[in-house]
């Protein structure tokens, strides 16, 4: 039931383009994508619904394939701030998180 | 607070113990989320309650954990007879969304549950 991450980890460097994708095994309502730092919660980026609306970040951008049950997080000209672990969370009925992609950009 | 509350930050407990974790929503949040995190995988879907509802509970490992919100807001989640497998980050987290998954969830800092 918990939906599939890759790639498990990515090394960037500042300014360089990242793509993480998500997949289910199950039609989705919706996919959630979170950032989590260290040691700290997990913080929202973005929602995708069914129908294509999102709700998020403005510095990043996914895309929700339903037919496929896939999403995928775009991460543009990167930043240092955008190391952390990310996870896609998938909504039926209740939340099931993938088990993250570790993110490092590097200077 | 304007956040997700959770108590305590720690916790430290000898095997076989009873524990109690506390979460205190955001206000107005009909939605709750209870999660365990184990070292370096996703957060893993523990409970889930609508109001004071327990909605879905499948994700609870064994009928040692236990979780309530009685009046629909703070929520208690409670482990018995402690094992070591228990340890793990509990987290929680809040949401406007009324079922639907078209909503954020905001979590918690978590509770770090160590048995020894």
């Known amino acids: 039931q918990q939906p599939v991450q890759s790639p498990q980890a990515v090394i960037l460097r500042e300014g360089e383009d990242a793509v993480i994708n998500c997949s289910s095994s199950k039609a989705l309502y919706s996919v959630h994508w979170y950032r989590q730092k260290h040691g700290e919660a997990p913080v929202f980026l973005m929602i995708l619904l069914k129908g294509g609306e999102q709700k998020g970040h403005e510095k990043i951008s996914a895309s929700f394939n339903e037919k496929k049950q896939q999403s995928s997080l775009y991460l543009t000209a990167s930043q240092l701030s955008y190391s952390g672990t990310y996870f896609c969370?998938?909504?039926?009925?209740?939340?099931?998180f993938g088990a993250g992609t570790r993110l490092t950009v590097k200077p | 607070g304007a956040g997700v509350s959770q108590s305590p930050r720690y916790k430290v407990a000898k095997r076989g113990q009873d524990v109690a974790l506390r979460c205190d929503p955001i206000?107005?949040?009909?939605?709750l989320f209870w999660y365990q995190q184990a070292l370096g995988q996703g957060p893993e879907f523990l409970t889930y309650?609508?109001?004071?509802?327990?909605?879905?509970k499948s994700g609870l490992p064994s009928d040692r954990f236990f979780a309530e919100r009685p009046e629909g807001s703070v929520s208690t989640l409670k482990i018995q007879r402690t094992q070591q497998e228990d340890s793990a980050v509990y987290l929680c987290?809040?949401?406007?969304?009324?079922?639907?998954?078209?909503?954020?969830?905001?979590f918690g800092d978590g509770t770090r549950l160590s048995i020894l």
């Open positions: 206000s107005g949040h009909v939605s």
């Open positions: 309650f609508q109001n004071e509802a327990q909605l879905d």
């Open positions: 969370g998938t909504f039926f009925g209740d939340m099931r």
């Open positions: 987290a809040s949401s406007l969304d009324p079922g639907s998954g078209n909503q954020p969830q905001h």
